[in-house]
Nanobody, 112 residues
Framework: QGQLVESGGGLVQPGGSLRLSCAAS????????MGWYRQAPGKEREFVARITRGGGTIYADSVKGRFTISRDNAKNTVFLQMNSLKPEDTAVYYCTAAGVNWGQGTQVTVSS
């Protein structure tokens, strides 16, 4: 059974940047898509971005133009580059493989 491990979260000031990584084990990295979701305190988990095996990407409107999802197939890793961060981006960010396998999450806090 595959496993997903996120890293790269932390505290950043508004306008700053962070890069999240998600390392996948097993065969799950070859699934139809890899994606990122986030959950803020008191809110439901929401979609952020996803990337298909072929490299096609989709973004939530709230992050379009600021976040970039990418993948390194040789390293079984997917990335989320987050620029121009806002306080409302504060959440626990989760990596998923096709919505079936999920990582443990990594905290992102945007605050001055």
């Amino acid at each position: 059974q595959g496993q997903l491990v996120e890293s790269g979260g932390g505290l950043v000031q508004p306008g700053g940047s962070l890069r999240l990584s998600c390392a996948a084990s097993g065969s799950i990295f070859s699934t139809i898509f890899m994606g990122w979701y986030r959950q803020a305190p008191g809110k439901e988990r929401e979609f952020v971005a996803r990337i298909t095996r072929g490299g096609g990407t989709i973004y939530a409107d709230s992050v379009k133009g600021r976040f970039t999802i990418s993948r390194d197939n040789a390293k079984n890793t997917v990335f989320l580059q987050m620029n121009s961060l806002k306080p409302e981006d504060t959440a626990v960010y989760y990596c998923t493989a096709a919505g079936v396998n999920w990582g443990q999450g990594t905290q992102v806090t945007v605050s001055s």
